[in-house]
Nanobody, 121 residues
């Protein structure tokens, strides 16, 4: 499966963005999908994940502001980001995998190329 992330951009603090992740090559309905982000000189960190059953997980820093969803019929997933903060600035990556711990990057074996999100103060 190949992943294509899109929807990033520049937004003011308090604004919203919707990231999309499109999968091709193989259906991803049996896979978990996660969003991770990496800011300059920082390690990649977990943002949100959705399992193949639809169960969701969020990092504490985004809980209540971000919503992850998936559409298996369209092989797509989304990350709705509201009330954005400058601290959310990073490159956002979507990933799929069949690992058990959905908040751990090691559970994912296929990654998209990333999309830049910049939040200005």
């Amino acid at each position: 499966v190949q992943l294509q992330a899109s929807g990033g951009g520049l937004v003011q603090a308090g604004g919203s963005l919707r990231l999309s992740c499109a999968a091709s090559g193989r259906t991803f309905s049996n896979y978990a999908l996660g969003w991770f982000r990496q800011a300059p000189v920082q390690e990649r960190e977990f943002v949100a994940a959705i399992g193949w059953t639809g169960n969701t997980f969020y990092a504490d820093s985004v809980k209540g502001r971000f919503t992850i969803s998936r559409d298996n019929a369209k092989n797509t997933a989304s990350l709705q980001m509201n009330s954005l903060k400058p601290g959310d600035t990073a490159v956002y990556y979507c990933a799929v995998g069949m690992g058990r711990w959905l908040t751990n990057a090691r559970s994912y074996d296929t990654w998209g190329q990333g999309t830049q999100v910049t939040v200005s103060s």
